[in-house]
């Protein structure tokens, strides 16, 4: 059983810890971007050291204390609000801000749970490196959150997850202890993998405090393009030749659908859009090569093959790096259209890569059956990630569907989980997604994941209710 | 608790299982390659199905039977063999050696355990694609041993680890329950990582049985050389410069020290070395690159910017294939010539990259405090992953240092762990480095894997003695 943060353990950390750490608890800390989830209480906690928050933990687990650590507060999954429960201790790590350390050298940095995903960008490009996680929420997530939550974006298909951007950690654990995992090493065949663990544990499993995170060489060069395609199986064919062509250097292909484009004509006429016709399908494609090697030729190249092979039919390759940005900027501002326009019902989905077409289509078959909706479908096909969003018809608005919602989401998960798919892609499971993922694990795996939860938390203080329904 | 496998239990088996399953229990399964351990006893069991292990498993974790999981019997610390305790049953995955499907589009291959590590390589290649891992025993290496140890091997610096190269596992679990986590997916964030939990356990947390491994594009273009090198540190300053260059192209850099050259022409003169002289340092370079770049060319230009730069005064370019396998037949003998001098000590470890001129110039200090060695140091630089060898003398033995053997470990392992490094870089702790990771581990990390092995096996069963010890 937990209990509250009551005003005599309230005492107890003011004893603990300085004055700073306690800080005014504002709305940001109590709901999520998209509105879903709502708090009412907390004790927010803000410590600047690594000791103090095992100080903190260590206290809470005497006495049985909620906590909800706190990172940026991007997640799209209600992970990091508790709606219900016991008044919980909201632990931001907002003040643990500092980069420890860059060796170059290594291509390794080590930062504190609190920086923001573009600072760390920012310090790896003063360093000549590239720190390869690129997502959305950038410049208010912070890398503590993206590695609790392994968030993905749009690098995925070169670089991997944020999972595979880290060497090591350090966590503070659900009884206060703190395991010194912060690892420069490439190599490490020393026990269990406690490091993947705790990445994606959504901060069930203990605080990430700082993280060895790997840089990567710049690529020398870097080029950018629309490509049209006829069909998504397409984009599957011209992916392959990509990759065939540019040996490993594709670092993201991305698909996108005429409906985004008309969402962003309606909702955002300011985005310049590649093509005079907006084309049912286009991808967009990043590529970096080594020295040597002219980007705009090699894409140029592509397409003529992408052309001869009757894939594409029309492309622009981008000249300048504001044009690239200009391109990026297109596919940015797709989820911003999409929230314009109101979604029905969002789906952030993954399916084997070479099911992406028969997805697509036995997906609008399904929800033809439903009801008449827009469908923006576009995303990472390079990774089997898309997201699959559902909008009301002109003239109709989200609410007119809400009877709908529910059906819609089993329609699109059901389809996923029978085709092999994961209906969390990206954005963990969090407490939106814990139904589902007990709907659709296996109850082998179910049960392993009840058994570490409880191994190494057995009060269930960190972040009750995250991946695994509280104990 | 454990029971040996008794007359009575062998009955149950027979029962459950086809004759097939039963195999005559040959002087291979008791013993290592290097002779370090030796068994005497087991009852040997092939099963041909993931059904059937689970069977076999689910009624070892009812009598408390131990399992020593055996692949393809090269691993080097004793993972595969117990020495000590009741008489086990030792479940060889030989016959589970299908490749169960392969999805080019999706970069995917479906295999059984079993399967042999050149086996897969060669499948992909008949695919069009690349199976990044490769090592020196992958003629006789098993894929499930492969994953179990988070095997290394010459790719790591491109590719990564064998941890790397899987997207999902079959794993029968400690209790006989199979896991199906045999998932194709790039992207799937649906609870905590149990395939990394599983990848470098060793046996000791379940038997994989399968594993969906990724495969690559091919390089388009591969080249080799040689580059002599001034010292160590000008190793690193030429990874960078390469990095730099070949924007992510380099896929190996290994050094090699004049002691393995000499070992070379002592033992096996018919190998080709690249240099009249043999250099004091040289590496050994791989690059593979898109399409339009010319694989000596680029490696002419690099070496043109080494020599300007003062790292390097002779190189080699492989000018074919054949000369491509000659330069890397070099590299992968130097194990083979260590074993015919016979080292006293052998080490495989790792530092963070930075430190490696350091941790070279300091081990030979304090080797050279305890007596007069040859050392052969070499290995995979790029990853901070050397093998640091240490031989006689000529005229002496291995034999005449059998006093100083311990001395010199603890020498390396404390230097190591001092300058925060690995004792275990690629080969894992099984059974020989269980007190090395007690003694350099910090006690959080100890208590850790204690919880973990004892909730997911309680009784246990799995593979005993191996990373935990014996319960």
């Known amino acids: 059983m937990l209990n509250p943060v009551t005003n005599a353990i309230e005492d107890q950390l003011r004893g603990l810890l300085p004055e700073a750490c306690f800080r005014p608890l504002t709305a940001g800390y109590l709901e999520e971007p998209r509105g879903r989830y709502n708090s009412t209480e907390g004790l927010l906690l803000a410590p600047e050291t690594t000791q ?3 100080d903190i933990v260590a206290l809470a687990h005497r006495e049985s204390v909620p906590i909800i650590p706190y990172g940026g507060g991007t997640g799209l999954v209600g992970g990091q609000i508790a709606p ?5 201790i909201i632990l931001t790590l907002e003040r643990m801000n500092r980069i420890r350390a860059v060796y170059p050298t290594e291509n390794v940095m080590i930062a504190e749970a609190g920086v923001i995903l573009a600072d760390i960008q920012a310090c790896a490009d003063e360093n000549d490196r590239l720190f390869a996680l690129s997502l959305a929420s950038e410049g208010s997530a912070r890398i ?8 993905g974006g749009v690098n995925v298909l070169r670089y991997g997850n944020a999972r595979e951007q880290c060497l090591g950690l350090e966590v ?5 202890e703190i395991w010194n995992g912060l690892s420069r090493l490439r190599k490490d065949n020393t026990g269990y993998d406690l490091r993947n663990l705790m990445v994606g544990a959504e901060g069930s499993l203990g605080i990430i405090t700082a993280a060895a995170l790997k840089l990567h060489p710049k690529p020398v060069a870097q080029g950018t393009a629309f490509f049209t395609i006829k069909d998504p199986q397409a984009a599957l064919e011209l992916l392959a030749l990509a990759n065939a062509q540019m040996g490993g250097g594709v670092s993201a292909f991305e698909l996108v659908h ?5 969402f962003l004509s309606e909702t955002l006429p300011e985005v310049r859009q590649p093509f005079e016709q907006q084309p049912e399908w286009m991808v967009l494609l990043d590529v970096g090569l080594p020295h040597g090697l002219d980007p705009a030729t090699a894409l140029e190249a592509l397409f003529e093959a992408a052309v001869e092979a009757g894939l594409s039919d029309d492309g622009v390759i981008a000249q300048s790096q504001q044009q690239r940005a200009d391109f990026w900027a297109l596919r940015e501002n797709i989820p911003e259209a999409n929230r314009r326009i ?3 019902s969002s789906h ?3 399916v084997p890569i070479s099911r992406i077409p028969e997805f697509i289509q036995r997906g609008h078959q399904k929800l033809a059956e439903i009801g008449s909706f827009r469908i923006n479908c576009f995303g990472h096909v390079g990774d089997g990630n898309l997201h699959y969003n559902v909008f009301p018809q002109p003239g109709k608005t989200r609410a007119d569907h809400e009877d709908q919602r529910s059906q819609i989401k089993t329609a699109v998960h059901d389809l996923v989980h029978e085709m092999e798919g994961s209906v969390s892609a990206e954005h963990g499971i969090g407490r939106l997604k814990v139904d589902d993922l007990e709907r659709y694990s296996d109850p082998t795996k179910l049960a392993m994941l009840k058994t570490i939860k409880t191994a190494l938390d057995p009060k269930g203080i960190m972040n009750p209710g995250v991946i ?3 104990l």
């Not at 219900?84 to 919980?88: E, T």
């Not at 503590?144 to 968030?151: C, P, Q, Y």
């Not at 005429?258 to 008309?262: T, V, Y």
Request: proline residues 9%; aromatic residues 0%.
């Open 258 to 262: 005429r409906q985004g484009l008309q």
């Open 348 to 350: 952030d989905i993954s």
């Open 172 to 176: 503070v654990l659900p009884t206060g």
């Open 144 to 151: 503590g959150g993206n590695l609790a939550t392994n968030a």
């Open 84 to 88: 219900s429960g016991p008044k919980p």
């Open 342 to 344: 109101g979604s029905v």
């Open 468 to 470: 695994v329904r509280s």
């Open 52 to 54: 103090q928050v095992s």
